[in-house]
């Protein structure tokens, strides 16, 4: 579980609003290309 929250940059940030109605895109490049 920690080596999973060690991922979570700054560029992350606008994907855990995106995380909590989308839990399927994990991947930081999902997330950008996505919006």
Do not use: M, Q, Y
């Not at 991922?7 to 991947?27: E, I, M």
């Amino acid at each position: 579980d920690k080596r999973r929250r060690t991922p979570v940059t700054p560029a992350k940030a606008p994907d855990v609003r995106l995380r909590r109605s989308r839990p399927v895109h994990d991947s930081p490049g999902a997330c950008g290309p996505h919006l």
